[in-house]
Nanobody, 117 residues
Framework: QLQLVESGGGLVQAGGSLRLSCAAS????????MGWYRQAPGKQRELVAA???????NYADSVKGRFTISRDNAKNMVYLQMNSLKPEDTAVYYC???????????WGQGTQVTVSS
């Protein structure tokens, strides 16, 4: 059973940067596709970025060019570098993992990101 724990959230001014980390345990992440999702108050959870086991990435249009997802299989870690943050990026950010083209089998508990204007 894969366990995921996010860290790195916080309060930042618009235009600032944050780096979220996701520590995995219970299994190696090499075989998993990994994702970052977010959920703002009153809104549905949405995919922010995903990275396949082979390292291919995809991003939501709203974060392209600003966010970068990466993975360090040796450390069993996944990261989300967020630059040029906007108030609309405010949300709880969740790390996720899955196989077979999915990234929604396992979830972390989430970390709050708040961007002030």
């Amino acid at each position: 059973q894969l366990q995921l724990v996010e860290s790195g959230g916080g309060l930042v001014q618009a235009g600032g940067s944050l780096r979220l980390s996701c520590a995995a345990s219970g299994s190696i992440i090499t075989i998993y596709a990994m994702g970052w999702y977010r959920q703002a108050p009153g809104k549905q959870r949405e995919l922010v970025a995903a990275i396949t086991a082979s390292g291919n990435t995809n991003y939501a249009d709203s974060v392209k060019g600003r966010f970068t997802i990466s993975r360090d299989n040796a450390k069993n870690m996944v990261y989300l570098q967020m630059n040029s943050l906007k108030p609309e990026d405010t949300a709880v950010y969740y790390c996720s993992a899955g196989r077979g083209g999915r990234t929604t089998t396992y979830w972390g508990q989430g970390t709050q990101v708040t961007v002030s204007s």
